[in-house]
């Protein structure tokens, strides 16, 4: 078998006949739980954790594939149906009968019922054994702690032992249905193992512990046998048609009321929720975790990329001043270089023009002198050889008539000396221009 909680849990919605006649029970006693049919598998889910519903569904779902729930449903199913025809309206049989006064004794009407009230005790026993883990007294606290548990206790107390034995509850006290749970249940633990296999005989432990937790419901649900009654007798027909139809349930054994399956699949979703939800929520804090490591990383990486572009502008900038700086290292020496040499020329410039000036001093020094200088008398050839010429003013205006330049050898060297003089001051200011 392989049945899926989503399916089981659609078998019935809130509005149905099964969950209106539940509700109703519990009505009639305080100490029944608020149980509401979650409906849907997605609806418990979405009751739970909205942001993570969908994940948490699935994974309930997949964890009711489990033997544990698998086993769980298949007794539920059981539970309904009996073994001998004899369903959730055996218990509601005697009640109708009592009100009818067709017998004194539901007991004594039909002993089958009795039976029928120890089976489910011992299928609830395999429930609790299949749906949680530990010692028998954790799995009972287990069932205790979940609503749905709570309210399958209930209504078995309710229905199949209270219900049923109202008036010899009345004549023998409760003691009657704590006997009916010791000697019942126990023998008809074989039957449950038929259906469900032999492990159901590994709950026997169980079954003693849940029986003590049974017997305390069935005496809180025993003061309320006289309210039970009625409501069964004037709200039920009213629910289900007629009184007659209620009699013709029970009698043909056919399955008009499922309680035990709708309480069954709600109390798997409500396991399998739990587990679901807590697995979920530890995916998801990892996942969250995760992210949060790759946010953490991925702000690291950027910022590593950050200082890494950083470094590289600074080195840009660093080299971009490096050549600005050896630029204007070399345009400085361009420019020094530049200034020696113009200072250089006009340093040349100057002498030029200072030779230029000697020059020009010279030429009018020779004009001076020559002007001035007159041959008193007549000297030796030797002397004459390297003596300055001196021209008279008488010969120079001869010379000057005859449109013949005389030369003299101290004029002409006097010429030639600033002409070579003149020349090196040019040829020198041409070079350095």
């Not at 033997?67 to 009996?82: E, V």
């Not at 029986?211 to 069935?218: E, I």
Request: hydrophobic share 50%; charged share 25%; net charge negative.
């Amino acid at each position: 078998m392989n049945r899926s909680l989503k399916d089981a849990l659609a078998a019935h919605q809130p509005g149905d006949v099964t969950v209106r006649v539940v509700n109703g029970f519990f009505s009639v006693l305080p100490f029944a739980p608020g149980w509401h049919y979650p409906g849907t598998l997605g609806a418990a889910a979405t009751s739970l954790d909205p942001a993570i519903a969908a994940r948490v569904a699935d994974r309930a779902d997949a964890i009711a594939r489990e033997p544990g729930p698998q086993g769980a449903l298949a007794a539920f199913d059981f539970l309904d149906k009996g073994d001998a025809g004899i369903a959730l309206f055996s218990g509601l049989r005697g009640v109708v009968q009592v009100a009818r006064g067709e017998g004194a004794s539901a007991l004594e009407m039909d002993p089958q019922q009795a039976a029928d009230a120890g089976l489910k005790a011992a299928g609830l026993s395999y429930v609790t054994w299949k749906l949680f883990d530990g010692s028998p007294d954790e799995r009972v606290r287990a069932l205790l702690g979940t609503e749905s548990g709570r309210a399958l206790l209930t209504w078995y107390v309710a229905t199949d032992v209270v219900l049923p034995f109202a008036d010899n509850l009345v004549a023998g006290g409760t003691g009657l249905i704590t006997d009916l749970i010791d000697t019942q249940a126990a023998a008809n633990v074989a039957r449950l193992a038929v259906i469900a296999g032999p492990e159901v005989l590994e709950t026997a432990g169980m079954l003693d512990r849940l029986g003590g937790t049974l017997k305390s419901y069935a005496g809180q649900a025993a003061t309320f046998a006289a309210p039970l009654s009625a409501y069964a007798k004037d709200s039920l027909p009213g629910i289900l048609g007629t009184a007659d139809k209620i009699t013709g349930v029970a009698a043909t054994g056919v399955d008009a009321l499922s309680a035990y399956r709708a309480l069954g699949a709600s109390l798997v979703a409500e396991v399998c929720l739990a587990r679901a939800l807590a697995e979920v929520r530890v995916q998801v804090a990892a996942e969250l975790e995760a992210a949060e490591a790759a946010r953490r990383l991925a702000e690291a990486e950027a910022e590593n990329a950050r200082i890494e572009a950083d470094e590289a502008r600074r080195r840009a900038e660093e080299a971009a001043a490096v050549e600005q700086a050896r630029l204007a290292a070399v345009a400085e020496r361009e420019r020094e270089e530049a200034e020696r040499e113009r200072v250089e020329l006009d340093a040349r410039r100057e002498e030029a023009r200072l030779a230029g000036v000697a020059a020009e001093q010279a030429m009018r020094a020779a004009s001076r002198q020559r002007e001035d200088y007159s041959l008193a008398e007549a000297e030796e050839a030797a002397s004459l050889k390297h003596a300055p010429i001196k021209v008279t003013r008488s010969a120079e205006l001869e010379t000057s008539a005859s449109a013949t330049p005389a030369k003299s050898g101290c004029f002409g060297c006097g010429a030639g000396i600033v002409l070579f003089v003149l020349a090196g001051a040019v040829a020198s200011v041409g070079m350095w221009a």
